[in-house]
């Protein structure tokens, strides 16, 4: 099975940073796609951000978050991180590392073809 475990989030204000990790096997890191989806109460969950698992310079971000996120992976824990810059209230979620079988699947919030997801990880931005 494919497990993944997120972690990092917390309470930051606002113009702060976070870094988030997602904690894969190395089977999952060589045979999936890595994204990142967020979700505020109410709303739908979003994609935001993947790296691929043959090219780690083939990444995607979306709109909201391109410019201040930052994806990337290391093989010494096996972990994709996401690193969060410029965070403002707006970014304000819980947020989830998946598996997925290629980058569109975060592009478009598909969120049915998932095939893993992470407990999730509470970020709040707020003074």
């Known amino acids: 099975q494919v497990q993944l475990v997120e972690s990092g989030g917390g309470l930051v204000q606002p113009g702060g940073s976070l870094t988030l990790s997602c904690v894969a096997s190395p089977f999952t890191l060589d045979h999936y796609t890595i994204g990142w989806f967020r979700q505020v109460p109410g709303k739908e969950r979003e994609g935001i951000s993947s790296?691929?698992?043959?090219?780690?310079?083939?990444?995607y971000y979306s709109d909201s978050v391109k410019g201040r996120f930052a994806i990337s992976k290391n093989s010494r824990d096996n972990t994709v991180w996401l690193q969060m810059n410029s965070l403002e209230p707006e970014d304000t979620a819980v947020y989830y590392c998946?598996?997925?079988?290629?980058?569109?699947?975060?592009?478009?919030?598909?969120?049915?073809?998932?095939?893993?997801w992470g407990p999730g990880t509470q970020v709040t931005v707020s003074s």
């Open positions: 998946a598996a997925v079988r290629d980058w569109t699947i975060v592009a478009g919030s598909a969120t049915s073809l998932v095939d893993s």
């Open positions: 790296i691929s698992q043959y090219y780690d310079d083939d990444t």
